[in-house]
């Protein structure tokens, strides 16, 4: 079938789009929006669809007003933000492993984020920006370690991944003896981080998450075309002009960057990365990974599966990473179902 | 597609010569694991000589060195040497029924599924006593294999190794997480877990290795018995027909074994990582290719290995001890980093 194509040329810098893709996103975002006046009106105080949107635009009641803004309003806009970094962030990783398992998650990040928690909560304290530092700190060593362990004459993406696991391994267990020697308050405390959460999150995060994540998605937009180049391989890209390698470095170092502001946000949130780029990908049936596309079904996964994680089994909050999980098992068994249809 | 390149071991030597050699290196291996199991009773937090740990044996007059040694080191020692070939023996066997190099049951996330089911059956459904919850371990692995097999076969037929291994980890990466979440709605059950699941030989009684020993030794009698059609296996299915080879009951037996060792194993002491698959690494590089020699020299290998690992653990943080399956990730993974960094990747049709 031939695609139809909208082009925008504003002189050099040439954007081309499927309008499929186009309608996707606009979806997507829709649904997202859709889900977060939801949870914006649930709780002990509900409030209607019409009520929030009246606080949201400054025309609600006081009550509305303080429920909506002051309290829920931050949960909800860095479920999104964060929801879209860990998606775009998965498409980087699956676009330069060019394998639809080679997200942050596989490759021991979350895990690293996680060692560097519980190394913080163990020996300095744990104060939120402290526990976030180690988060990020842990996270990038680990990315660090992995890309320099795999490295010979350049990165392969099955080498990362095996190194990765190796790398995982090593930290987890790390993690598990951590949480032995620990007492079990302190570690079932981390295990909780260790899950991910968007429990306990207002607005003092907001101001440095959400501006961090937006800037880094405007970087993306502007170099994001290279990407799609790579996953056509080293030596077409190398063809086309492209210098492989410093791509390579950029969008890992981007790819890096989003996840670690995530972790550091809400802890390690598994499976987002891995299940939103390909979900978004079976949606807008293009060839490659679409980043647009995987950041708007990274915010929906993760304002629904946040919504699901504080009211599904209330009184209990459960951490969002909970959630996520059974995200991830269902996007298998949705794969699975493809492959047993195939054959 | 990815396919990974194995340099075949040259078979040089002479036959006769060849495997007068890796007898040898069996006599050698028996040898080393009855001095490691001696030591394996000797050592730890409180050091006791040979003659405490021979009258604890023979001669019990209940002193505190001696009850250490009878109650504590004894099912430890006697769990490890059970662990140490179940581990081992399923890793020799899947790496031959999947001719992946890589195949080992933590990496195609088959210890998750066993410990998964087991949170299940013990924070769910209250099951404390190891016959009953072993059950489920086995189930879990069953589960564990067809899911792995059917998403490492979701882009052609029948999976290469990288795609079963990278299925095998986000399969894991699931089950593991079910777990967690799992223990997080049951922390009742959380406190119980926390130290199983990390994989350690201690704070279990005989009776674990009484109730565990026959799954996993008809687990290794299976192994056994299709070692010689594995060796055809590991030409291709084609040759291995053409050999007359029954390939369907071939791997349906090494799936058998792998269930019950594997599961056997995990229900034990929790997940033990990458000894199955350093040891037959090891093994293919002492004794060669033949499956029938792996087998011999990994239901050696396998406890000597766990029991080293153990003993280290409980030397290297006194008084406090690292848990046996830490140590074994500690040995097996800088071994996985450096398989995968000296073999060509070859990026192919």
Known sequence: MTLPFAAIRPGPLSVRFRVRTVVVCAVLLALAFAAAVVSLGTGDVVLSPKEVLAALVGQGSPIADLVVIDLRLPRVLLALTIGAALGLSGAIFQALTRNPLGSPDVIGFNTGAFTGVLVVTVFVGNAYFMVAAGALVGGLATALAVYLLAYRRGVQGFRLIIVGIAVNAILISVNQWFVIKVDLQAAYAATIWGQGSLNGLDWTQVPWVVPLIVVLMIGLAIGGSRLLLLELGDEIATGLGVRVEAARMVYLGLGVALIAVATAAAGPIAFVALAAPQLAQRLTGSAGIALAPAAAMGALLLIVSDWVAQHAFAPTQLPVGVVTVTVGGVYFAWVLARVSRTQ | ?349
Request: net charge positive; proline share 5%; glycine share 12%.
């Open chain 2, 1 to 349: 597609m990815t396919t990974l390149v194995d340099r075949p071991s040259p078979e040089t030597e002479p036959t006769a010569a060849a495997n007068l050699r890796r007898g040898g290196v069996l006599l050698g291996a028996a040898a080393l694991l009855v001095v490691v199991c001696v030591l394996s009773l000797l050592l730890g937090t409180r050091t006791v000589s040979p003659g405490t740990a021979w009258d604890a044996l023979f001669h019990y007059t209940s002193t505190d060195d001696q009850s250490v040694v009878r109650d504590l080191r004894v099912p430890r020692t006697v769990l490890g040497l059970l662990a140490g070939v179940a581990f081992a023996v399923c890793g020799a066997v899947i790496q031959a029924v999947t001719r992946n190099p890589l195949a080992d049951t933590q990496i195609l996330g088959i210890n998750s599924g066993a410990a998964l089911f087991v949170v299940i059956a013990i924070g769910f459904l209250g099951l404390t006593s190891f016959t009953s919850y072993v059950w489920f371990a086995f189930l879990g692995v069953a589960v564990a294999l067809v899911g792995v097999y059917l998403l490492g076969s979701a882009s052609r037929g029948s999976p290469t190794p990288v795609q079963l291994t990278l299925a095998g980890v986000a399969l894991g990466a699931v089950l593991e997480g079910a777990s967690s979440a799992v223990q997080l709605i049951r922390p009742r059950a959380f406190d119980y877990l926390r130290f199983w699941d990390v994989g350690s030989l201690a704070g279990r009684g005989l009776d674990i290795a009484g109730a565990v020993a026959p799954f996993i030794l008809v687990g290794t009698l299976l192994a056994v018995a299709v070692a010689r059609s594995l060796n055809a296996v590991a030409l291709g299915d084609d040759l291995a027909r053409a050999l007359g080879v029954d390939i369907t009951r071939t791997r349906i037996v090494a799936l058998v074994a792998i269930v019950l060792l594997a599961g056997g194993g995990t229900a034990a002491v929790g997940p033990i990582w990458f000894l199955g698959l350093v040891v037959p690494h090891l093994a293919r590089w002492v004794v060669g290719t033949d499956q029938r020699w792996i087998l011999a020299f990994t239901i050696l290998g396998g406890p000597i290995v766990l029991l080293i690992a153990d003993i280290v653990g409980r030397l290297v943080v006194r008084p406090g001890e690292l848990r046996v399956g830490i140590v074994t990730a500690f040995i097996g993974a800088p071994v996985l980093i450096w398989w995968i960094r000296t073999r060509k990747v070859v990026s192919g049709p």
